[in-house]
């Protein structure tokens, strides 16, 4: 999968889990995005390693695996930021 694709994939899968996990974020939208990003690797790895299939393209599949990936990282992230 390109670089565009992950970026893209990313993008959607961190907008939906911040709609699905709102929230006040310590890092803003640009670090959401970020987090949508690393979701959508993440979420693939994982989900290969346990045979489930991987983050392959843009479709149905890959985005249900990104979010999911998206989600466990801004909930690590919240959970584990430093709060002023």
């Known amino acids: ?3 565009l694709t992950w970026i893209i994939v990313g993008l959607v899968a961190g907008a939906i889990a911040k709609a699905l996990h709102p929230g006040k974020d310590p890092g803003g939208i640009i670090v959401t995005i970020l987090i949508g990003i690393a979701g959508a690797v993440v979420g693939g790895w994982v989900s290969s390693l346990a045979g489930f ?8 599949g890959s985005l249900f695996i990104a979010i999911l990936g998206a989600v466990l990282l801004l909930f690590l992230y919240r959970k584990f930021s430093t709060k002023a």
């Open 53 to 60: 299939g991987s983050v392959d393209g843009f479709n149905i």
């Open 1 to 3: 999968m390109g670089v």
